[in-house]
């Protein structure tokens, strides 16, 4: 009780008071639900003191004793809706500050009435104090919001549409032809301060609905107080002229269903309406500017719906009277009936709504209505009705137009023969059953493409999500089946086309919207359909392919096949954006050589894919070289896709190799996968590979073990343990021998290395080669490049002869001549060396790499590690002075010290101050050629 007591004191002190531009009287009823009927409150009931009230139920509430019956508080049960459905709030106003003044110097308050009287008096004020809580509540709480644009010296106008929700404004435009497509689009305060422009460019979604549609994401909070105090305003910059309007709120807009262009050659304006089909009730809202004139009062207008539709011409007049004129729009509105022809026109967009003042019949302003401006997107993913079928999607997309036709886009993938295709309710009842025919004539080769032409009823119908598109095929009459979803268009949905996701399993298949924008950024948004999708959570990819040239085997892609992960999904929708892909992948995306991969692991598990066919990548995008040169020579690209154009990169690029669907760079090496035992490596561009050459073996009983290729006397650790090496950068279990891998010379016959089942060491040591008797160390050859030891050459007889008589050097026979030569490149990687462009460097010394044309960068210091090579930047600090020299030998710039320096530094910043113009004249002009080669 006590809880509403303190909120009846807050109504009593005016807190909850509001203002209405026009009210109905609504009666007080006081017929209540008795509470015991159901315990649990209904979604499309009140509750209310621990009573229960029916929609559009009104009551003043009771506190019971003392406070009894609040007779200066109206309460009214108010419709609201929340995910397609009606569900009940309760809103209370005060009206006790709305109550006329006595005229007597002491009034009496009566028994059940709010307003105090005078004496006497017997009229009850109470009676004359109307209340609309349904309408200050979408006036005060809602998110949709309308706008009238007209410019000083433009002959045409605009109407815009607002919807704000979740940080984010979508807009949509309805213009004159005359005016063109806009250029920019600015919002703007009540000071006519920029809040944000945006550059208009015509996409392939507006180019089919000649509608203007966007968002302006992440509003910022400031921003967003600025559109609900109604502070905000919008221009448009048009070939003949710049148009602008406020951005307010008014009546109708939550239930709008048909809108219209107000235009005439005095003014302009748009239509808010609103239809109940079932009994033809007809709500509009006008909103206009300029055939009347600001401070006139009770001006006679004249309202007029006409249609004309096989010879005949029908027309619904009413007449109204405006009470005032002020600085802002001026709003009339009326409720009429239409019978079943009027609400056909209606939906055809064959109804002219005709506004003109009484006494100026002159200043006219006609609209052609059509279903609502705002851009919509209804999409439906077909599936099986009964039995899930593999072999059996399909996916469909529809649109209104500026004209009032829906356009539809149907795909369908199944091995039956469709003979039908229809869109209907759903209902069993043959009265309420309304289908809409017709679809099936456009249908060919797995798509149907057209435009349907609805009455009022199927468009309010298709706005609340009760329609269902079904095909039929020779074997089922409901062999597919979807419900029609509605959504605003976004950013993703500016392609105009839809992807059809789908899987081995028909029974979870989905509808993806992808697209670009000027900056590069992927936009997309997926709705799958199935059972037990609330609890899932896929992994969704994003996966390009090369180009497939099978009739030229040389001309196969160095870059396979490579995928990006975009998010972790949750439930049935996925919506986000991806940053900084690639060029080629880009290049790919453009050429439809891409696809989304959808994944889901566990209880439900699924894969679902769909090819992305219809997107376009903006040109700023796309890399400069053609995508065949890119995919056989990618040295033109950085790690973000950004042009390099540096031939001795590209040349270097060029020495990849590509294995079994792989990538790997110069000197890499690994095990090979078409033949065992063999290891592999890349050597300047050509896939080198040769069987592994296995160390000898102390034991009589050597044995191999599944899976290896070498033989070894005991088996080797089976518990995961054991050592990366360096040098080959492959796995060796703990106790393995092994002849390391060392390219381009293969396996080093000179060395074996252990892995240490202690300490998980590799030990390497040289094979000790036996003295050189026969022979001078000058004299003495390998076999092989491969051998180990050398050798003396085989000697003729007659030269044994000779050399008898010269004296044979005696050697230590513990001492290995051949060590005292030399150590070979062969033998630096053998100790955990590196080779790092073409030099050897033993293991632990750095170096400053050389790079062509630069020559030695000072800049970088690399070192060689167990035979890894790791090369690092040298960080700067940052300096305050403004003026800088970079002396010749040195990485850090440093301020400058005398005058002489300064001169230098100025003259070095003057050159590069004039460079970076340069660039970027060349870059405009580069931009302005790819413009007019792409409008041409």
């Known amino acids: 009780m006590q809880p509403i007591i303190v909120l009846v004191l807050y109504f009593l002190t005016g807190a909850v008071s509001g203002f209405s531009r026009r009210r109905k009287e609504l009666p007080i009823s006081f017929i209540r639900i008795p509470s015991e009927q159901d315990g649990k409150p209904k979604a499309s009931e009140c509750r209310f003191g621990g009573e229960s009230y029916e929609l559009e139920q009104t009551w003043h509430p009771d506190l019971g004793p003392p406070f009894g019956i609040m007779y200066c508080v109206h309460c009214e049960c108010v419709p609201i809706h929340k995910k397609r459905r009606i569900v009940g709030r309760v809103r209370c106003k005060n009206i006790k500050t709305e109550c006329p003044k006595p005229t007597c110097p002491d009034p009496v308050l009566l028994p059940g009435r709010c307003c105090k009287v005078c004496p006497g008096q017997d009229d009850n004020p109470d009676l004359t104090i109307t209340v609309d809580l349904e309408r200050e509540e979408q006036e005060k709480n809602g998110r949709h919001y309308a706008a009238v644009l007209t410019g000083p010296g433009v002959p045409r106008a605009a109407t815009g549409r607002f919807y704000f929700r979740k940080k984010t404004l979508q807009y949509s435009f309805l213009f004159g032809e005359e005016l063109g497509w806009p250029t920019s689009l600015t919002f703007l305060d009540n000071t006519n301060n920029i809040l944000e422009e945006f550059a208009l460019t015509?996409?392939?979604?507006?180019?089919?609905?000649?509608?203007?549609?966007?968002?302006?994401?992440?509003?910022?909070?400031?921003?967003?107080?600025?559109?609900?105090?109604?502070?905000?305003?919008?221009?448009?910059?048009?070939?003949?002229?710049?148009?602008?309007?406020?951005?307010?709120?008014?009546?109708?807009?939550?239930?709008?269903?048909?809108?219209?262009?107000?235009?005439?050659?005095?003014?302009?304006?748009?239509?808010?309406?609103?239809?109940?089909?079932?009994?033809?009730?007809?709500?509009?809202?006008?909103?206009?500017?300029?055939?009347?004139?600001?401070?006139?009062?009770?001006?006679?207008?004249?309202?007029?719906?006409?249609?004309?539709?096989?010879?005949?011409?029908?027309?619904?007049?009413?007449?109204?009277?405006?009470?005032?004129?002020?600085?802002?729009?001026?709003?009339?509105?009326?409720?009429?009936?239409?019978?079943?022809?009027?609400?056909?026109?209606?939906?055809?967009?064959?109804?002219?709504?005709?506004?003109?003042?009484?006494?100026?019949?002159?200043?006219?302003?006609?609209?052609?209505?059509?279903?609502?401006?705002?851009?919509?997107?209804?999409?439906?993913?077909?599936?099986?009705?009964?039995?899930?079928?593999?072999?059996?999607?399909?996916?469909?997309?529809?649109?209104?137009?500026?004209?009032?036709?829906?356009?539809?886009?149907?795909?369908?993938?199944?091995?039956?023969?469709?003979?039908?295709?229809?869109?209907?309710?759903?209902?069993?009842?043959?009265?309420?059953?309304?289908?809409?025919?017709?679809?099936?004539?456009?249908?060919?080769?797995?798509?149907?493409?057209?435009?349907?032409?609805?009455?009022?009823?199927?468009?309010?119908?298709?706005?609340?999500?009760?329609?269902?598109?079904?095909?039929?095929?020779?074997?089922?009459?409901?062999?597919?089946?979807?419900?029609?979803?509605?959504?605003?268009?976004?950013?993703?949905?500016?392609?105009?086309?839809?992807?059809?996701?789908?899987?081995?399993?028909?029974?979870?298949?989905?509808?993806?919207?992808?697209?670009?924008?000027?900056?590069?950024?992927?936009?997309?948004?997926?709705?799958?359909?199935?059972?037990?999708?609330?609890?899932?959570?896929?992994?969704?990819?994003?996966?390009?392919?090369?180009?497939?040239?099978?009739?030229?085997?040389?001309?196969?892609?160095?870059?396979?096949?490579?995928?990006?992960?975009?998010?972790?999904?949750?439930?049935?929708?996925?919506?986000?954006?991806?940053?900084?892909?690639?060029?080629?992948?880009?290049?790919?995306?453009?050429?439809?050589?891409?696809?989304?991969?959808?994944?889901?692991?566990?209880?439900?598990?699924?894969?679902?894919?769909?090819?992305?066919?219809?997107?376009?990548?903006?040109?700023?995008?796309?890399?400069?070289?053609?995508?065949?040169?890119?995919?056989?020579?990618?040295?033109?690209?950085?790690?973000?896709?950004?042009?390099?154009?540096?031939?001795?990169?590209?040349?270097?690029?060029?020495?990849?190799?590509?294995?079994?669907?792989?990538?790997?760079?110069?000197?890499?090496?690994?095990?090979?996968?078409?033949?065992?035992?063999?290891?592999?490596?890349?050597?300047?561009?050509?896939?080198?590979?040769e069987p592994i050459v296995c160390p000898p073996t102390n034991c009589s009983n050597p044995i191999i073990e599944e899976g290896e290729c070498c033989a070894t006397c005991n088996s080797p650790s089976v518990d995961g343990r054991g050592c990366n090496f360096g040098g080959d950068s492959l796995f060796h279990p703990a106790g393995s021998k092994w002849h390391p891998y060392i390219p381009p010379f293969g396996f080093s016959r000179c060395a074996v290395c252990t892995c240490k089942e202690s300490s998980l060491a590799v030990d390497c040591y040289r094979e000790e080669c036996p003295p050189l008797t026969a022979c001078l160390h000058s004299e003495a050859i390998r076999p092989n490049p491969l051998a180990c030891c050398k050798v003396c050459p085989k000697r003729e007889e007659k030269s044994n002869s000779v050399s008898k008589a010269h004296p044979v050097l005696t050697a230590d026979p513990h001492k290995l001549n051949d060590m005292a030569m030399a150590r070979t490149g062969l033998d630096i990687l053998a100790s955990g060396g590196c080779s790092w462009k073409g030099v050897y460097h033993e293991n632990g010394v750095t170096w400053h790499p050389t790079v062509m044309p630069w020559g030695e960068m000072k800049c970088v210091t690399c070192g060689c590690k167990d035979g890894q090579t790791q090369c690092k930047k040298k960080h700067c600090p940052k300096l305050t002075c403004s003026l800088k020299i970079r002396d010749q030998d040195q990485c850090c710039p440093r301020c400058a010290a005398n005058r002489e320096e300064e001169e230098r530094a100025q003259r070095t910043l003057l050159i590069s101050n004039r460079e970076q113009r340069k660039l970027k004249r060349l870059k405009r002009l580069r931009n302005i050629r790819n413009q007019e080669r792409t409008s041409g």
């Open 202 to 689: 015509k996409t392939a979604l507006q180019n089919r609905t000649e509608k203007l549609c966007g968002a302006w994401a992440r509003l910022p909070r400031r921003y967003r107080r600025t559109l609900r105090s109604e502070d905000m305003a919008v221009s448009l910059s048009t070939d003949l002229g710049t148009i602008s309007g406020k951005v307010m709120k008014y009546y109708g807009l939550s239930s709008e269903l048909f809108s219209g262009l107000l235009e005439g050659p005095s003014g302009a304006g748009t239509a808010i309406v609103s239809v109940s089909p079932g009994t033809g009730s007809i709500h509009v809202n006008i909103l206009f500017k300029g055939i009347v004139k600001e401070g006139e009062q009770n001006i006679h207008f004249i309202i007029k719906f006409q249609m004309s539709h096989d010879g005949e011409t029908r027309s619904v007049e009413e007449a109204v009277v405006l009470e005032s004129v002020g600085p802002d729009l001026s709003t009339i509105e009326i409720r009429t009936v239409f019978d079943s022809p009027e609400l056909g026109a209606l939906g055809r967009g064959e109804l002219t709504l005709w506004l003109a003042p009484t006494l100026n019949p002159s200043r006219i302003l006609t609209a052609k209505l059509v279903p609502r401006l705002s851009c919509d997107i209804f999409d439906c993913v077909l599936q099986p009705a009964e039995t899930p079928s593999g072999d059996a999607n399909g996916i469909a997309f529809l649109y209104f137009t500026r004209a009032g036709g829906l356009q539809y886009n149907i795909k369908v993938e199944t091995m039956d023969k469709v003979v039908d295709l229809n869109i209907d309710n759903g209902k069993k009842s043959k009265r309420l059953l309304t289908v809409i025919d017709g679809l099936m004539s456009t249908y060919a080769n797995g798509w149907a493409n057209g435009t349907a032409m609805l009455n009022a009823g199927q468009v309010d119908e298709l706005f609340k999500e009760n329609l269902y598109l079904n095909v039929a095929t020779e074997n089922d009459a409901q062999a597919l089946r979807g419900r029609l979803v509605t959504h605003l268009a976004g950013p993703s949905e500016s392609s105009g086309e839809a992807v059809m996701m789908k899987g081995e399993d028909s029974s979870i298949s989905g509808v993806a919207w992808a697209s670009l924008d000027d900056t590069c950024r992927l936009h997309y948004n997926i709705r799958l359909e199935g059972s037990e999708l609330d609890t899932s959570s896929p992994s969704l990819e994003l996966e390009d392919y090369p180009i497939q040239n099978l009739d030229n085997l040389k001309a196969l892609p160095l870059f396979p096949s490579t995928k990006r992960h975009l998010q972790d999904c949750r439930g049935k929708k996925c919506s986000g954006h991806a940053d900084n892909i690639h060029k080629l992948m880009m290049a790919r995306l453009d050429s439809g050589d891409a696809a989304f991969l959808m994944t889901n692991a566990g209880q439900n598990e699924f894969v679902l894919k769909g090819q992305m066919l219809g997107i376009s990548s903006p040109q700023a995008c796309l890399p400069r070289y053609a995508r065949n040169d890119l995919e056989i020579m990618p040295g033109y690209l950085r790690d973000l896709g950004e042009e390099i154009g540096d031939e001795d990169l590209a040349e270097n690029m060029r020495q990849k190799c590509a294995y079994e669907g792989s990538f790997y760079e110069d000197g890499n090496r690994w095990e090979a996968t078409h033949d065992k035992c063999k290891m592999c490596s890349c050597q300047r561009g050509k896939v080198d590979c």
